[in-house]
């Protein structure tokens, strides 16, 4: 197993659609779909797409973290669910078929004890042959201090494995203080890292290389929606444009991505083509419908579009 995926708060998307969302009437929703949802559970999924293993580790609690369990286990998954005493939380996402709008409704994740984040640690040292990379991605639930972030990056790179992150606010700080070996920021989420309102190119590219520079990250990409990534080390920047698709749904373009990128790596693809594949994968995911992810020959459509 070479990739590791971590995430600390998962979900179980359901989703489901109704014709005219209308206040005080009976909504008649169509049968549910349910979905595993969560940063690392999603890199996982789609790194299996790419024809790579990982091995996905989350908190799984009650009856919803035993679906989450099985969803897993039916897309072959290999995963290592650490069992908390909370339930792990539902999501739920409806369609209007009459305007064909999506309306996303998030729950917060339920804090797990002082305990659980020991022996959570605990287990994720005890991972033998650890993997070379290990993804962090996703939130925090509510009421988790950050410093597990650091606790979880520590344990990764005592093992050597190599670290990249994908969440935003305090954990991404918090990641950065430990140091890691990838982060990939949004624009957005990289100007909240650095304490500004917004970001140009001009100022993102000071703030990229201000982070490589203090050790916060050997590599950050940032990330702009259609607008493509470009990729920063300490001695390359790179810009990719994202292709020309029809976008029906950008659910997952993000972890995608990191998908994507951890696959390269995983190859020793040069820096150029860890971004390209990154963008290949984000993209294909935007031309699926709801929250599904890429279709495999669409990414091998658009790498070859792009090189
Ligand atoms: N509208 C779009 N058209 C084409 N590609 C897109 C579009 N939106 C996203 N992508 C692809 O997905 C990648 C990541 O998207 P984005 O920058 O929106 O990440 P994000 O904000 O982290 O997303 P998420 O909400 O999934 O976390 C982009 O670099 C691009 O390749
Ligand atoms: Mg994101």
Redesign the pocket.
Known sequence: MKALTITINPSVDKSSSVSGIVPEKKLRCDNPKYEPGG?GINVSRALKKLGLDSLSLFTSGGRTGKLLESLLLEESLQILPFSVKNETRENFIVVDTLTNQQFRFGFPGQPFSKNEQKILLDTINAIKDFPEIAVISGSLPDGVNVELMKDLIQICKNKNSKVVI?TSGEALTAAVEEGVYLI??????LAVLTGKNELTVHTMETAAKQLINNGSAEIVV????????TLFNNNEKIY?P????K?RS????????VAGMVSALLNNSSMKNVLRM??????A??MAEGTGLFKTENVYKILKELS
Do not use: Y
């Open positions: 940063g994908d990939k920021p949004n624009i957005g989420e940032v990330s702009m929606g259609a607008s493509g990534a990719q994202a292709p020309l698709v976008v950008t659910v997952g373009a993000g972890d995608s991505m990154g963008i290949a994968c984000g993209s995911t935007t």
